[in-house]
């Protein structure tokens, strides 16, 4: 079974630039999550989808992030404009449920955002 | 509010166990989790204790939980120096709810 995918590995901007995150969940995966993990820190949820349905994103900063997941299957996750507090590896993981890990969530490799 | 704490810092010699502690707030968390992060890499389940129960085992692993003090430990016989990495554990409720993570124990294992 193939793992979550997340792309791209490394990113390097300066502040007030633009960027995306893609990721692909685990075939089948219904819950996707996208969380921000700051240097030092355990990663902390962004937004939950449910499908193409947004579950939470009580804390997603919402004046410039933004994260689609328009066909229920593949996400995007963008930042517009970049602040150097966004440093971070941002993971995406999604939700199996049911057999031995009932309600696990899978982790892809994460991308590592570096704001200059 | 939810939070969970752990140590930040654990070193210990091959061979030996290792146990690393968690406090949580969150009494109505459902199931605790153990994830492992090496360098580079994401978040590996390592094992999960729903929280009916006190003790898991799952080969080198022992999971002891203590629900009155809400406290969870995760506990690593003949600890070998390719378990050097982060350990978070997290809670989490029933279903779809987010998990919410400790700040993560950097475990150090010297030959």
């Known amino acids: 079974e193939a793992g979550v995918a997340q792309s791209p590995r490394y990113k390097i901007i300066e502040k007030r630039q633009s960027v995306a995150f893609w990721c692909n969940p685990i075939?089948?995966?219904?819950?996707l999550y996208w969380y921000q993990q700051i240097l030092g820190q355990g990663p902390k949820l962004l937004i939950q989808?449910?499908?193409?349905?947004?579950?939470?994103d009580s804390q997603l900063p919402k004046d410039r992030f933004s994260a689609e997941r328009l066909k229920g299957v593949d996400s995007t996750l963008k930042i517009q404009p970049a602040k150097l507090e966004d440093s971070a590896v941002y993971l995406c993981?999604?939700?199996?449920?049911?057999?031995?890990?009932?309600?696990?969530?899978?982790f892809g490799p994460g991308t590592r955002l570096t704001v200059l | 509010g939810e939070d969970v704490e752990q140590s930040l810092f654990l070193s210990v010699r091959e061979g030996d166990s290792s146990v690393i502690n968690c406090t949580y707030t969150d009494s109505s968390s459902t199931y605790l989790y153990w994830y492992k992060q090496e360098p580079g890499a994401g978040l590996q389940l390592l094992t999960y204790i729903f929280s009916n129960m006190d003790m898991k085992q799952d080969q080198r692993l022992t999971v002891l939980l203590n629900k009155k003090d809400k406290h969870l430990s995760l506990r690593i016989a003949d600890t070998q120096t390719g378990d050097s990495a982060i350990y978070f554990c997290a809670e989490g409720g029933a279903g779809f709810q987010k998990l919410v993570f400790g700040t993560g124990t950097r475990l150090l294992v010297s030959p």
């Open positions: 993981a999604s939700l199996s449920s049911g057999g031995e890990y009932t309600d696990t969530q899978y």
């Open positions: 989808f449910q499908n193409n349905g947004v579950v939470d």
């Open positions: 075939s089948g995966h219904a819950t």
